[in-house]
């Protein structure tokens, strides 16, 4: 369940009604204009990449007239020229993605998105491979673009190998593989539906951030290659309701508690040939978490227990298949589990560098095969490996700063200097590094300025803007800037005197008048909801309707350490429920709140915690907007579920606690429900079951369903119209501003 000014600063300071009041003047900002283009973000581009030699930057940007719709364009450094490499509404053919597609687009939380949405650079530098309405292309940063497929079927996960010699994709459920400008050709054989070749299993995909299910081996020479038998995992029938029909699907869903799917691994040639089965161990009901091939031409697989306890990292003989344990990384605590990362590359020593939370934070260490070095300490985790300079002996990760921002720093891959800061850290930021770890491409952004990013140099000198997404004129969102709100932060104690940090941004408050608090929260294990990034114009939109805006992390969310997230074990819809209840009581202590106007909203983990606030604590909130939330954990599948809360049919006792059906009819205070009717993630059976129990028990309750629509109910019609929802809802309710 995975669902995150210095032009203007001069405007904002120089404004003394944004220092401590909110003044409201035309335009509006409603939520139609929130999610119209052009974005009010600015240019919001994605998957931004150096080329391998560090000479390129491509990025993936969205248009001025169509904020969904992305093109791939290409920035030489030397030159600082921009240059679109392909228009994807003129080169693409607008069909019809096929289902397989459109779940692993889901899976990637690129479902909304249209034209380009990934591309790979071949390891030459060549050009990039785009895939793009179910075909490939190969660009070329002279402008030039080949088609290589042109067929009526979709194919999926596309790659170059790793010399640039091949391109691969897998078909029909098997991994097609042919030289870059000739015929592809399968190389695993056709079986029944339930065997897929090349594909990662849906928990793989939706839970553990891998994608692929094959990886091509140094030279071209050889490839590994996943085998999924899905035949033991339980059928989900899932009703797609669409707005003029309905489609049924049979999906391979592994719910808590029941069989995943059988994955195995084997390694063969390009051709198919020489294919060897990897031993995996003799226990089958393991997670393959991530594999890649070593500088020595070994194979190294993460082979997860079924538990998420214990991860042994297995060396691998791609000529025979034998393996041995390398080492193993176990939990940091009895009562925890190991969160999956792709903080790790492979030295050309044979050395690994590689993340751990073993001292109850997340840090780097280095394993020669045999001791380890710690090269991080101390309580702020690092969060992101991006990038190593072999040739200096330094690496680059990002690490959380004061809790409430992230920073890029370098360290030394012999531990022998401390780290060094190369960020501003009045903004949060974030960076990725060309392959030889000589350039940083740094993203960053705080409360009153819009996402930028700029190229800098291993040291952190910018030598570049490449979107410096100024608020001037002519940014759309300088027409909304009087009536920005910047943010006020702070902490209150949890019920074990845990900090707990909070985000409030308030309208214009008059003296002797009280407000309406909108209190949005996720409280789910990942997110951090809470920190000193922009926050985009939603927030913004309903303070301008005259609503308090507030959010809180509680315990169990992420950056805070192995004994802040903890809580959680065996314990979902506990702690979370506490300490945002400590969040209400605290906001009903400020006299500029109204105590009886604090309305809830949360999407998914969120959703769920909704429904468990409003039965621990009824009267506590004036009203709760639930959407799509999980209401039941055995209805949600193994690798996300089991992490936190154990095999149901271990713990039962636990899953019944979590539960937000047993004492559904205890909620007393309004509520409407929001689903999407084709949501294959929190499948709609959550909904309905509640539902159920609510109409039985006689508990009023609204709703407001979307057919078609899956776990991402977004656009530029149908936000609008749910937010207007939500909002239509609280007026009904007496949940209003003061006149």
């Given at each position: 369940?995975?669902?995150?000014?210095?032009?203007?600063?001069?405007?904002?300071?120089?404004?003394?009604?944004?220092?401590?009041?909110?003044?409201?003047?035309?335009?509006?900002?409603?939520?139609?204009?929130?999610?119209?283009?052009?974005?009010?973000?600015?240019?919001?581009?994605?998957?931004?990449?150096?080329?391998?030699?560090?000479?390129?930057?491509?990025?993936?940007?969205?248009?001025?007239?169509?904020?969904?719709?992305?093109?791939?364009?290409?920035?030489?450094?030397?030159?600082?020229?921009?240059?679109?490499?392909?228009?994807?509404?003129?080169?693409?053919?607008?069909?019809?993605?096929?289902?397989?597609?459109?779940?692993?687009?889901?899976?990637?939380?690129?479902?909304?998105?249209?034209?380009?949405?990934?591309?790979?650079?071949?390891s030459d530098g060549s050009g990039v491979l785009v895939p793009l309405d179910g075909d490939l292309y190969?660009?070329?940063?002279?402008?030039?673009?080949?088609?290589?497929?042109?067929?009526?079927?979709?194919?999926?996960?596309?790659?170059?190998?790793?010399?640039?010699?091949?391109?691969?994709?897998?078909?029909?459920?098997?991994?097609?593989?042919?030289?870059?400008?000739?015929?592809?050709?399968?190389?695993?054989?056709?079986?029944?539906?339930?065997?897929?070749?090349?594909?990662?299993?849906?928990?793989?995909?939706?839970?553990?951030?891998?994608?692929?299910?094959?990886?091509?081996?140094?030279?071209?020479?050889?490839?590994?290659?996943?085998?999924?038998?899905?035949?033991?995992?339980?059928?989900?029938?899932?009703?797609?309701?669409?707005?003029?029909?309905?489609?049924?699907?049979?999906?391979?869903?592994?719910?808590?508690?029941?069989?995943?799917?059988?994955?195995?691994?084997?390694?063969?040639?390009?051709?198919?040939?020489?294919?060897?089965?990897?031993?995996?161990?003799?226990?089958?009901?393991?997670?393959?978490?991530?594999?890649?091939?070593?500088?020595?031409?070994?194979?190294?697989?993460?082979?997860?227990?079924?538990?998420?306890?214990?991860?042994?990292?297995?060396?691998?003989?791609?000529?025979?298949?034998?393996?041995?344990?390398?080492?193993?990384?176990?939990?940091?605590?009895?009562?925890?589990?190991?969160?999956?990362?792709?903080?790790?590359?492979?030295?050309?020593?044979?050395?690994?560098?590689?993340?751990?939370?073993?001292?109850?934070?997340?840090?780097?260490?280095?394993?020669?095969?045999?001791?380890?070095?710690?090269?991080?300490?101390?309580?702020?985790?690092?969060?992101?490996?991006?990038?190593?300079?072999?040739?200096?002996?330094?690496?680059?990760?990002?690490?959380?700063?004061?809790?409430?921002?992230?920073?890029?720093?370098?360290?030394?891959?012999?531990?022998?200097?401390?780290?060094?800061?190369?960020?501003?850290?009045?903004?949060?930021?974030?960076?990725?590094?060309?392959?030889?770890?000589?350039?940083?491409?740094?993203?960053?952004?705080?409360?009153?300025?819009?996402?930028?990013?700029?190229?800098?140099?291993?040291?952190?000198?910018?030598?570049?803007?490449?979107?410096?997404?100024?608020?001037?004129?002519?940014?759309?969102?300088?027409?909304?800037?009087?009536?920005?709100?910047?943010?006020?932060?702070?902490?209150?104690?949890?019920?074990?005197?845990?900090?707990?940090?909070?985000?409030?941004?308030?309208?214009?408050?008059?003296?002797?008048?009280?407000?309406?608090?909108?209190?949005?929260?996720?409280?789910?294990?990942?997110?951090?909801?809470?920190?000193?990034?922009?926050?985009?114009?939603?927030?913004?939109?309903?303070?301008?309707?005259?609503?308090?805006?507030?959010?809180?992390?509680?315990?169990?969310?992420?950056?805070?350490?192995?004994?802040?997230?903890?809580?959680?074990?065996?314990?979902?819809?506990?702690?979370?429920?506490?300490?945002?209840?400590?969040?209400?009581?605290?906001?009903?202590?400020?006299?500029?709140?109204?105590?009886?106007?604090?309305?809830?909203?949360?999407?998914?983990?969120?959703?769920?915690?909704?429904?468990?606030?409003?039965?621990?604590?009824?009267?506590?909130?004036?009203?709760?907007?639930?959407?799509?939330?999980?209401?039941?954990?055995?209805?949600?599948?193994?690798?996300?579920?089991?992490?936190?809360?154990?095999?149901?049919?271990?713990?039962?006792?636990?899953?019944?606690?979590?539960?937000?059906?047993?004492?559904?009819?205890?909620?007393?205070?309004?509520?409407?429900?929001?689903?999407?009717?084709?949501?294959?993630?929190?499948?709609?059976?959550?909904?309905?079951?509640?539902?159920?129990?609510?109409?039985?028990?006689?508990?009023?309750?609204?709703?407001?369903?979307?057919?078609?629509?899956?776990?991402?109910?977004?656009?530029?019609?149908?936000?609008?119209?749910?937010?207007?929802?939500?909002?239509?809802?609280?007026?009904?309710?007496?949940?209003?501003?003061?006149?």
């Open positions: 369940m995975r669902f995150s000014m210095l032009a203007a600063a001069a405007i904002l300071t120089a404004t003394p009604a944004m220092a401590d009041n909110h003044v409201t003047t035309e335009p509006e900002l409603t939520f139609e204009r929130v999610f119209a283009s052009p974005s009010l973000n600015g240019p919001s581009p994605r998957a931004a990449r150096l080329s391998p030699d560090g000479k390129y930057l491509t990025l993936l940007r969205n248009r001025d007239d169509a904020l969904e719709r992305y093109d791939l364009w290409g920035f030489d450094i030397a030159t600082r020229e921009w240059r679109m490499l392909v228009d994807s509404e003129s080169l693409g053919t607008g069909r019809e993605l096929s289902e397989d597609e459109k779940m692993q687009r889901e899976r990637a939380r690129v479902g909304n998105l249209k034209g380009i949405i990934s591309y790979q650079w071949a190969f660009a070329k940063l002279d402008g030039e673009v080949t088609r290589l497929t042109d067929t009526e079927e979709t194919e999926l996960n596309p790659a170059l190998s790793s010399k640039a010699g091949y391109v691969s994709f897998v078909r029909d459920r098997r991994l097609w593989v042919g030289k870059v400008g000739e015929e592809a050709k399968p190389i695993t054989p056709k079986e029944v539906d339930t065997i897929r070749w090349g594909e990662a299993e849906f928990v793989a995909q939706e839970e553990m951030g891998r994608l692929t299910g094959y990886w091509w081996g140094p030279n071209d020479q050889r490839i590994a290659v996943q085998r999924t038998d899905e035949s033991p995992v339980g059928i989900v029938t899932r009703a797609a309701i669409g707005a003029t029909g309905t489609k049924v699907f049979d999906q391979r869903y592994p719910v808590a508690g029941s069989n995943n799917a059988i994955v195995e691994l084997f390694i063969m040639d390009p051709d198919g040939g020489n294919r060897v089965k990897v031993d995996l161990g003799e226990e089958t009901d393991i997670y393959i978490a991530r594999v890649d091939w070593g500088p020595d031409d070994f194979l190294y697989v993460q082979r997860q227990n079924r538990e998420q306890t214990v991860m042994d990292v297995l060396r691998v003989d791609p000529a025979t298949g034998a393996s041995l344990v390398w080492f193993t990384e176990t939990a940091a605590r009895e009562d925890y589990w190991i969160n999956l990362s792709n903080n790790y590359k492979f030295l050309k020593d044979g050395s690994l560098l590689w993340w751990s939370e073993r001292d109850g934070y997340g840090h780097f260490y280095r394993f020669d095969g045999s001791d380890w070095t710690q090269l991080t300490s101390g309580t702020s985790p690092t969060t992101e490996l991006v990038g190593v300079n072999e040739e200096t002996g330094e690496f680059f990760y990002q690490a959380t700063h004061e809790v409430l921002t992230q920073q890029i720093y370098r360290g030394m891959l012999d531990g022998s200097a401390e780290p060094v800061l190369l960020t501003d850290t009045d903004y949060t930021n974030s960076a990725v590094m060309d392959g030889k770890g000589k350039l940083l491409l740094v993203s960053r952004s705080k409360s009153d300025q819009p996402p930028q990013s700029y190229l800098a140099t291993r040291s952190g000198e910018q030598v570049t803007w490449v979107e410096e997404n100024a608020l001037d004129e002519d940014h759309p969102y300088t027409p909304y800037l009087l009536s920005h709100v910047p943010p006020e932060f702070g902490t209150i104690a949890a019920e074990d005197g845990t900090e707990l940090h909070y985000m409030m941004l308030k309208p214009e408050i008059e003296a002797g008048k009280q407000y309406p608090v909108f209190y949005y929260h996720y409280s789910g294990p990942g997110p951090q909801i809470v920190d000193k990034g922009w926050d985009g114009a939603l927030a913004q939109a309903v303070v301008d309707r005259g609503y308090i805006y507030f959010a809180l992390d509680n315990r169990g969310t992420a950056n805070r350490g192995v004994d802040f997230e903890q809580p959680l074990y065996r314990a979902m819809g506990g702690v979370e429920v506490r300490d945002q209840k400590t969040g209400a009581d605290f906001l009903k202590t400020l006299d500029f709140v109204d105590p009886e106007k604090i309305a809830l909203y949360g999407w998914s983990y969120g959703g769920y915690m909704t429904l468990k606030q409003l039965q621990a604590d009824p009267g506590l909130y004036a009203a709760g907007i639930s959407g799509a939330p999980v209401t039941k954990w055995e209805l949600y599948d193994t690798h996300y579920t089991e992490r936190y809360m154990g095999d149901p049919r271990e713990v039962p006792e636990a899953y019944e606690v979590a539960s937000a059906i047993p004492d559904a009819t205890r909620i007393a205070d309004p509520l409407l429900l929001i689903h999407g009717m084709a949501d294959d993630n929190v499948v709609f059976e959550n909904s309905s079951e509640l539902i159920s129990v609510l109409q039985e028990g006689n508990v009023p309750f609204e709703m407001m369903l979307y057919p078609g629509y899956t776990h991402r109910v977004s656009g530029e019609n149908i936000s609008p119209h749910m937010w207007n929802t939500i909002f239509r809802f609280l007026e009904a309710n007496g949940v209003t501003p003061p006149e």
